[in-house]
């Protein structure tokens, strides 16, 4: 925890929101024929994520995020992303040849500019759910707090 986020918790989340999407993904593929967008898998994960962390915040009883506070955890959250990203495409290119004869082909300027947009999107849908998730558990908290 380094004050304002706690990575284990937030990594735990993404995680589970990973798998959950895949799943979720996976049956109604096999069941409707239909498939989920692709860029969800990018969004999505980081939201639930940081939309969790800000409501632990607020609960927490501490005060909303400084601008530059909450910069410095959205900060820390897409570190811990691209972390768990590049370990998650490390095993897939070890575990599966043609995930890695797919890759051959494929530039490594192109993968890392590829990369460097996905971390940039992922940062603002940290930095912005960080803080709607403090905003709407804090009134949440307020409105029981008055009955």
């Keep these: 925890m380094n004050g304002t986020l706690n990575w284990k918790r937030y990594a735990g989340v993404y995680i589970l929101s990973m798998i959950g999407l895949m799943i979720v993904g996976l049956l109604l593929q096999r069941l409707l024929g239909f498939s989920l967008p692709s860029g969800l898998s990018t969004v999505l994960p980081p939201m639930m994520a940081a939309m ?3 409501q632990k915040r607020a609960d ?3 005060a ?3 601008n530059v506070e909450a910069w410095s955890a959205a900060s820390s959250a897409t570190m811990v992303v691209g972390v768990i990203t ?3 495409l490390a095993g897939l290119l070890i575990l599966m040849p043609q995930m890695r004869e797919m890759f051959s082909s494929i530039s490594m300027m192109t993968l890392v500019l590829v ?4 971390m940039g999107v992922t940062l603002m ?3 912005f ?3 709607l998730g403090y905003k709407n558990q804090r009134k949440a908290l307020d ?3 008055a009955k």
Aim: aromatic share 12%.
């Design 143 to 145: 409105k029981k707090a």
């Design 115 to 118: 990369f460097a947009a996905i």
């Design 52 to 54: 969790i962390e800000g």
């Design 86 to 88: 590049v370990a998650v």
């Design 60 to 62: 927490a009883g501490l």
């Design 125 to 127: 849908v940290n930095r």
């Design 129 to 131: 759910f960080l803080t």
């Design 64 to 66: 909303q995020f400084e």
